[in-house]
């Protein structure tokens, strides 16, 4: 099967990239029943030999099956099923989604109202300089880095130690909840534009607009998890190259 060549029904919204592919495909076989609960995937190779794709697509693929709570990876041994449909609530590391989701909501909305009234002129020009770094990035790794540096940026403007050691004490979680987001949820642009929104509530030193885009900017995190939990993300027009390009 060369996933460069399938396609989907509907209207062309958006190119779905090779990984996307080879996960509806795995999710799907996976809730057919095709692999039951405790059946072993086939390795990394043959399933990059049977999608035509390389061992990194499949990887990041069979990454996304974890998280989504359909499979776990034993060392040495490789994937299993371990359930028929996906858990309301992913796992990114050693942190469920709602944990993060919880502490976010608890931490990052306030700290943005803080770092809006306590802000140095160092802390603004860095939020600015990341802005434009994750507008110009296309390497989905380097802007998901730069992602967690802003947030990060964000808690330590708060003038508050604590909130910027909250934030880097969950940051490889949130790191690869972003990564999920942007490969299955396409968020890059959406939060793009919300980072922006935040930076200029901040630069204009108002507590509340700057928690409340933070607070928009989480609300349509979560929304976007919750389309991919649920296969609610709308019609797209064809799988892209083998490498995913997008």
């Known amino acids: ?26 999710r799907e076989a996976i809730e057919r ?10 390795s990394e190779a043959s399933l990059g030999r049977e999608f035509d794709v390389s061992r990194s697509v499949v990887r ?17 041994k490789g994937t299993f099923v371990t359930a028929n449909g996906p858990a309301e609530n992913p796992v ?28 140095s002129s160092d802390d603004l020009d860095l939020l600015t300089h990341l802005l434009e770094r994750m507008q110009r ?20 403007a708060s003038g508050n130690p604590v909130f910027g050691k909250v934030i880097e004490e969950i940051r490889d979680a949130l790191a690869r909840q972003s990564a999920f987001l942007n490969q299955l949820g396409d968020r890059r642009g959406g939060s793009n534009v919300e980072h922006r929104r935040i ?23 979560e929304q976007t998890l919750t389309s991919i939990v649920t296969k609610q993300t709308g019609p797209s027009a064809r799988t892209d190259d083998q490498n995913g390009t997008p």
């Open 1 to 26: 099967m060369n996933l460069s060549d399938s396609q989907t029904a509907g209207p062309v919204v958006r190119r779905v990239s090779a990984m996307e592919a080879v996960l509806a495909h795995l």
């Open 33 to 42: 029943g095709e692999y039951a609960i405790g059946d072993k995937l086939p």
């Open 60 to 76: 990041e693929a069979l990454r996304a099956l974890q998280a989504l709570g359909l499979t776990v990876s034993r060392t040495g």
């Open 92 to 119: 990114f590391g050693p942190y469920s989604a709602r944990d993060l989701f919880e502490v976010r909501r608890h931490v990052e909305v306030p700290a943005a109202g803080y770092a809006a009234l306590r802000h």
């Open 137 to 156: 990035e296309t390497d989905n790794t380097a802007w998901v880095a730069l992602d967690s540096l802003f947030h990060i940026t964000i808690a330590q």
């Open 199 to 221: 930076v200029e509530a901040i630069d204009g030193r108002s507590q509340d607009a700057a928690t409340a885009a933070m607070a928009f900017h989480l609300d349509h995190v």
